[in-house]
């Protein structure tokens, strides 16, 4: 019998790739999203869309109606996530659900961060549910390049507002969405955690802007940027303007914190493992990004 995915908040970067990948799985996905807009691009991808709002209740117990498995994406930088997080994980209970896949974070327990340390209260959340589940914990995408790449190819700078000498975890976010697809098509994951980091991508952005030189045949240097300069112009980017001033501090403090620490978090072989092959790192992406003139998608295909 052919299972039925929900994918909350299903319009994102996130959901549209997992959505492809349980298509090509023969999966025809639910996809929760709150617009038309998001409903048709969904549907186009080849989801049943079901437009709701994922702090309602009701609208959550609709989209889960005879749903096996859900797979909860909580929207970007949400400040209340926990609450949402009881939310989902309440009516997931309440209906019935066999499996539940939460997309968390690396280093969840980073308290500094409110959406790691958020995505830690709810993991705790579905650990005290008694629901069957998986915790997926993805590290920063590598994807993130893609709305500055345009600049960095031309400039040949890649300015963020911590050092670049600090190392930390990446991952392709396709690979992501290849190992979630994984998960909830088949079985044996139940109560697993699993990190999510790329092949040899525990690199500094120094390292990388190498590895672009080499993509692209000329230097490019990473520069640390002064934090206001770095929104001023992150907010003329339409991921970016929608962002409250809470969510922002968010942003601030994942950079302080990389600022200080980088990120020692993450080791590739279980990606590597769930994919039965080496998960892509830094090379292969930039190739890409190379090849496709940037026509990488970074915050997603549309909004949730």
């Given at each position: 019998m052919t299972k039925t995915i929900l994918i909350t908040a299903a319009g994102g970067q996130t959901g549209t790739r997992l959505i492809r990948q349980l298509v090509a799985r023969g999966v025809c996905p639910r996809a929760l999203v709150r617009r038309e807009s998001s409903a048709a691009l969904v549907r186009s991808l080849g989801a049943e869309p079901v437009i709701g709002n994922e702090w309602d209740s009701a609208d959550l117990l609709r989209a889960m109606q005879g749903a096996d498995s859900v797979y909860h994406i909580?929207?970007?930088?949400?400040?209340?996530?926990?609450?949402?997080?009881?939310?989902?994980v309440a009516a997931a209970g309440r209906s019935g659900i066999s499996h539940f896949v939460l997309h968390g974070v690396i280093a969840?327990?980073?308290?500094?961060?409110?959406?790691h340390w958020a995505k830690?209260?709810?993991?705790?959340?579905?650990?005290?549910?008694?629901?069957p589940y998986t915790v997926l914990l993805p590290t920063n995408f590598m994807q993130n390049v893609g709305w500055t790449w345009p600049a960095i190819a031309r400039?040949?700078?890649?300015?963020?507002?911590?050092?670049?000498?600090?190392?930390?975890?990446?991952?392709?976010?396709d690979d992501v969405a290849e190992a979630a697809?994984?998960?909830?098509?088949?079985?044996?994951?139940?109560?697993?955690?699993?990190?999510?980091?790329?092949?040899d991508a525990?690199?500094?952005?120094?390292?990388?802007?190498?590895?672009?030189s080499e993509a692209l045949g000329r230097p490019?240097?990473?520069?640390?940027?002064?934090?206001?300069a770095y929104l001023a112009h992150a907010r003329t980017q339409?991921?970016?303007?929608?962002?409250?001033?809470?969510?922002?501090?968010?942003?601030?403090?994942?950079?302080?914190?990389?600022?200080?620490?980088?990120?020692?978090?993450?080791?590739?072989?279980?990606?590597?493992?769930?994919?039965?092959?080496?998960?892509?790192?830094?090379?292969?992406?930039?190739?890409?990004?190379?090849?496709?003139?940037g026509h990488v998608t970074s915050y997603g295909l549309g909004s949730v």
């Amino acid at each position: 019998m052919t299972k039925t995915i929900l994918i909350t908040a299903a319009g994102g970067q996130t959901g549209t790739r997992l959505i492809r990948q349980l298509v090509a799985r023969g999966v025809c996905p639910r996809a929760l999203v709150r617009r038309e807009s998001s409903a048709a691009l969904v549907r186009s991808l080849g989801a049943e869309p079901v437009i709701g709002n994922e702090w309602d209740s009701a609208d959550l117990l609709r989209a889960m109606q005879g749903a096996d498995s859900v797979y909860h994406i909580a929207p970007s930088l949400t400040v209340d996530e926990p609450e949402l997080g009881r939310r989902v994980v309440a009516a997931a209970g309440r209906s019935g659900i066999s499996h539940f896949v939460l997309h968390g974070v690396i280093a969840p327990y980073l308290e500094n961060i409110n959406y790691h340390w958020a995505k830690q209260i709810v993991q705790r959340e579905l650990y005290r549910s008694g629901l069957p589940y998986t915790v997926l914990l993805p590290t920063n995408f590598m994807q993130n390049v893609g709305w500055t790449w345009p600049a960095i190819a031309r400039d040949g700078r890649w300015p963020l507002p911590y050092d670049p000498d600090r190392r930390l975890t990446w991952v392709d976010l396709d690979d992501v969405a290849e190992a979630a697809a994984i998960v909830l098509t088949e079985p044996g994951h139940a109560l697993g955690t699993y990190e999510l980091v790329g092949s040899d991508a525990y690199l500094s952005r120094a390292q990388i802007a190498g590895l672009m030189s080499e993509a692209l045949g000329r230097p490019v240097v990473a520069v640390k940027e002064a934090p206001e300069a770095y929104l001023a112009h992150a907010r003329t980017q339409p991921f970016f303007e929608r962002f409250r001033d809470e969510e922002v501090a968010q942003i601030l403090a994942m950079f302080d914190d990389y600022d200080r620490h980088g990120m020692p978090a993450g080791n590739a072989r279980v990606l590597s493992m769930l994919l039965g092959r080496p998960a892509r790192g830094w090379p292969e992406f930039l190739a890409s990004l190379r090849d496709t003139h940037g026509h990488v998608t970074s915050y997603g295909l549309g909004s949730v």
